[in-house]
């Protein structure tokens, strides 16, 4: 088993930044591939960035110059740093941590950017 717990989401204006941090306990050797993904009212979940073991990253398109996806794996945690957010952004934000049999999910962060 593998818990996750966000923390770092808040209330921004446009053009702020925020960083997110996702600390991961439990059986690590088995987690493959960490990362964020978010969920805006009515929308489906989406995909923002991921980061492999061996530090290899991902990132969605509509972030990839602003959000830059990093880890401690001495401190088992994630970081997502954002940057010139936009009221877009505005979602819930999980942390996730894949191993080869499964997913898991943290509870999930909010971040609002007002206009």
């Known amino acids: 088993q593998v818990q996750l717990v966000e923390s770092g989401g808040g209330l921004v204006q446009a053009g702020g930044s925020l960083r997110l941090s996702c600390a991961a306990s439990?059986?690590?050797?088995?987690?493959?591939?960490m990362g964020w993904y978010r969920q805006a009212p009515g929308k489906q979940r989406e995909l923002v960035a991921t980061?492999?073991?061996?530090?290899?990253?991902n990132a969605a398109d509509s972030v990839k110059c602003r959000f830059t996806i990093s880890r401690d794996n001495a401190k088992n945690t994630v970081y997502l740093q954002m940057n010139s957010l936009k009221p877009e952004d505005t979602a819930v934000y999980y942390c996730?941590?894949?191993?080869?049999?499964?997913?898991?999910w943290g509870q999930g962060t909010q971040v609002t950017v007002s206009s």
């Open positions: 996730t941590a894949k191993s080869t049999y499964r997913d898991y």
């Open positions: 439990g059986s690590m050797f088995s987690i493959n591939v």
């Open positions: 980061i492999t073991s061996a530090g290899s990253t």
